[in-house]
């Protein structure tokens, strides 16, 4: 997979910060279309800590609020780069399905592709896998704008 966006790339289409910020690398982007991003999971990050400590594996919303993010970078992107510096809010999730727990030293894998996009709404359906297997499935919907 070819990087298209690094951190600083991706830092500079969303608000998230540390410790919030799930989105690692685009490596694959198809703008109105689809959108592969990657998130590595290490055992450094702070909800482990409560989450659960003997068992560590990443909250089923937080992979979820991933896939969020990586959808939210290719909303924007999608944009005319006059509009590229607004917000992309999440107005619903549906289907939302986990397979798999996902642990430190997995690498999540999020695709996301573009089902409908109106002036102001999208609709996205969104996959995230570890190794090749589906470990969580979504569809989302998004506000762009103001």
């Given at each position: 997979?070819?990087?298209?966006?690094?951190?600083?790339?991706?830092?500079?289409?969303?608000?998230?910060?540390?410790?919030?910020?799930?989105?690692?690398?685009?490596?694959?982007?198809?703008?109105?279309?689809?959108?592969?991003?990657?998130?590595?999971?290490?055992?450094?990050?702070?909800?482990?800590?409560?989450?659960?400590?003997?068992?560590?594996?990443?909250?089923?919303?937080?992979?979820?609020?991933?896939?969020?993010?990586?959808?939210?970078?290719?909303?924007?992107?999608?944009?005319?780069?006059?509009?590229?510096?607004?917000?992309?809010?999440?107005?619903?999730?549906d289907?939302?399905?986990?397979?798999?727990?996902?642990?430190?030293?997995?690498?999540?894998?999020?695709?996301?592709?573009?089902?409908?996009?109106?002036?102001k709404?999208?609709?996205m359906?969104?996959?995230?896998?570890?190794?090749?297997?589906?470990?969580?499935?979504?569809?989302?919907?998004?506000?762009?704008?103001?």
């Amino acid at each position: 997979m070819e990087m298209v966006f690094d951190i600083k790339s991706i830092m500079q289409n969303l608000p998230h910060r540390f410790p919030f910020l799930l989105v690692d690398r685009i490596v694959e982007f198809v703008k109105n279309e689809r959108i592969v991003a990657l998130k590595n999971v290490t055992i450094n990050e702070p909800f482990f800590q409560g989450h659960f400590p003997d068992t560590p594996i990443m909250p089923g919303v937080l992979i979820v609020e991933a896939m969020g993010q990586a959808g939210g970078v290719l909303v924007i992107r999608s944009q005319p780069s006059e509009n590229q510096n607004k917000l992309v809010l999440f107005m619903g999730f549906d289907k939302v399905r986990f397979r798999k727990p996902v642990v430190p030293g997995d690498q999540l894998i999020l695709e996301l592709e573009m089902l409908k996009m109106r002036a102001k709404v999208v609709k996205m359906a969104g996959v995230a896998k570890v190794d090749g297997k589906v470990v969580a499935e979504a569809q989302l919907m998004a506000a762009y704008g103001e």
